[in-house]
């Protein structure tokens, strides 16, 4: 069965701080990879997604950036934090063209 | 206009009772349609999908009006492990998912 991994599951860092929020997904080749961002009382916003290796699709401008080193490794990064970047990111996977999505345990941040 | 829109609650219910949630949503061209449940702090999961003929699991069932562009949750005989939010979300687009704020379900004994 398909399993999803994320790591931290808390982070708690300032202000100008870099990001590297990592997930990994077990049990499936060729998954498309979700990046959602959950802020407090708000609805998920799409971040980045992934169909393949090195392939990113970016849905808001933002400082932040993903990376896709391996099939079923997806990277979140930033090189400086703002406060509004806390919140509950989300790490999802689908297959093929299905719209059905999974998610991981997710990450929540707290910049200070 | 909000993509998805849903009355974010709190729903305060008695165990046992039937609860309702209602969304609507702005695309036209939207292809897939789902319920994911949400638990504090937790990550969403899937409920279920929601199809034009409408669906049933269980205790729940879902319908889908693609012509007034409203998708409906039906829960029946509410149990204290439903208390949790409800995100009603939409399809369009290369596999990507729109979701609503949610409804907060409240089931009490």
Redesign the interface.
């Known amino acids: 069965s398909q399993t999803i991994h994320q790591w931290p599951a808390t982070l708690v860092q300032p202000v100008g701080s870099p990001l590297s929020l990592e997930c990994t997904v077990e049990g499936t080749s060729n998954p ?1 990879l ?1 990046w959602y961002r959950q802020a407090a009382g ?3 916003q ?1 971040l980045f ?1 992934s ?1 393949g290796i090195g392939q990113i699709s970016s ?1 808001v401008p933002q400082n932040l950036s993903a990376s896709r080193p391996q099939d079923r490794q997806f990277i979140l990064s930033s090189k400086k934090l703002l406060l509004s970047d806390s919140g ?1 990111y ?1 790490c999802a996977w ?1 297959v093929g ?10 990450t ?1 941040l707290t910049v200070t | 206009r909000k993509e ?1 829109e849903q009355d974010p609650g709190p729903f305060n219910v008695p165990e046992g009772a039937t609860v309702a949630f209602n969304c609507t949503y702005s695309n036209s061209a939207s ?2 349609f ?1 319920w994911y449940r949400q638990d504090c ?6 409920l279920m ?1 929601v199809y034009s003929s409408g669906n049933e699991d269980g205790r729940f069932t879902a319908q889908l009006n693609r012509a007034s562009q409203y998708i409906s949750l039906l829960i029946r005989d509410s149990k204290l492990s439903d208390s949790a939010t409800y ?1 009603c979300v939409v ?1 369009s687009g ?9 409804t907060m379900l409240l089931v009490s004994p």
């Open positions: 498309n979700y708000r609805g998920l799409l997604y169909v849905e509950f989300l689908s063209s299905t719209y059905e999505q999974y998610f991981g345990p997710g929540r | 998805v292809q897939s789902f702090r937790k990550e969403p999961k899937l999908s995100l399809g290369y596999s990507t998912l729109t979701f609503g704020k949610g």
